[in-house]
């Protein structure tokens, strides 16, 4: 008689267990695969690598620049 009663309440607890198991899992199963599909921000500065144009001028477009002109009076330094 002992072993049928030990037999049942096994069998209940058991069963019990596997419900609730499979309860967490119907009600979690939507947090459950965004938490495995959850990518992590690094933590290391992502490196952008940038390429800097200079484009060059045709000959055309280079032009010199020229010095001012000379002051039309000429200036005199006077040692004292």
């Known amino acids: 008689m002992f ?3 030990a037999g049942l ?3 209940i607890a058991l069963l019990l267990a596997i419900g609730t198991i499979l309860a967490m899992f119907a ?3 939507d947090k459950m695969v965004a938490a ?3 990518e992590p921000i690094p933590k290391e500065a992502p490196i952008y690598q940038l ?3 200079r ?3 045709d000959a055309v477009e280079r032009r010199t620049v020229r010095a001012a002109p000379a002051s ?3 200036v005199r330094f006077v040692a004292a």
């Open 36 to 38: 495995l599909l959850f």
């Open 72 to 74: 039309p009076t000429p």
């Open 51 to 53: 390429r800097i144009r």
């Open 55 to 57: 484009p060059r001028m």
């Open 27 to 29: 009600l979690y199963h």
């Open 9 to 11: 309440v096994f069998s």
């Open 3 to 5: 072993a049928l009663v």
